[in-house]
C-alpha cells in the first residue's frame, strides 16, 4: 500500500501547492489542507508498514486504508474546490488503489461510492454557498462527467491489475 504514498500522495501535494499558490484561499483553509494531508501521510505509512504485522487483518486495514483515503479526499475536496477546480482528481486515489487488491464489483462499488461523494459535495457546497441553492444544468454536466470518468479509470485500472496478474501467473 505504499504505492499510496509514492504516487497518490505527492500528486494531492501538487494539487494543493498549485491551488494555494495560484488561488490565494484563506490562511486556515491552507493550514487545514496540509493538516489533513500530512495526517493522512502519516495513517497511510504507518497502516502500509504494518499490514504484515498484523498479517491476519491485512485485508481490513487495506479496506481501512481505502476508505480513509476517500474521507481525505472528500475533506480537501470540500475545502479547495472552489479555489481550484481540478481537486475532483482527488477522487480517483481510492478506486485507484482499490483495484489493487480488491474484487472487480468491489472496485465498482468503491468507484461509485467516490463518484456519489463527489457529486454529493458539489451539491452541498452549492447549497451553503451558492445564490438560490441548488446545481445548475452546468455544474451538473460537469459533475456527471468527472463521475463517469471516475468509474471507467477505476474499471481500467482494475482490468490492468487483473491482467498483470494473469500474465505474471502465465509465466510461472
Do not use: C
Amino acid at each position: 500500500m505504499h504505492i499510496l504514498n509514492y504516487y497518490f500522495t505527492p500528486f494531492a501535494v501538487v494539487l494543493i501547492l498549485f491551488a494555494i499558490y495560484f488561488s490565494e484561499p484563506e490562511r486556515q483553509v491552507t493550514y487545514a489542507s496540509f493538516a489533513i494531508l500530512g495526517a493522512a501521510f502519516i495513517a497511510n505509512y504507518w497502516l502500509g508498514k504494518n499490514t504484515y504485522r498484523f498479517l491476519r487483518w491485512s485485508r481490513h486495514i487495506r479496506s481501512l486504508t481505502v476508505w480513509i483515503n476517500m474521507a481525505v479526499s472528500a475533506a480537501l475536496f470540500y475545502l479547495l474546490s472552489p479555489y481550484w477546480a481540478p481537486m475532483w482528481l482527488l477522487f480517483l486515489a481510492a478506486p485507484a488503489a482499490s483495484a489493487m487488491f480488491m474484487k472487480k464489483w468491489q472496485v465498482f462499488l468503491m468507484a461509485l461510492a467516490s463518484a456519489a461523494l463527489m457529486i454529493g459535495l458539489y451539491y452541498a457546497r452549492t447549497l451553503a454557498y451558492g445564490e438560490g441553492g441548488g446545481m445548475g444544468a452546468q455544474l451538473w454536466g460537469m459533475a456527471a462527467t468527472q463521475a463517469v470518468f471516475i468509474m471507467f479509470f477505476s474499471m481500467f485500472t482494475a482490468a490492468m491489475a487483473e491482467m498483470i496478474v494473469k500474465v505474471r501467473d502465465s509465466m510461472r
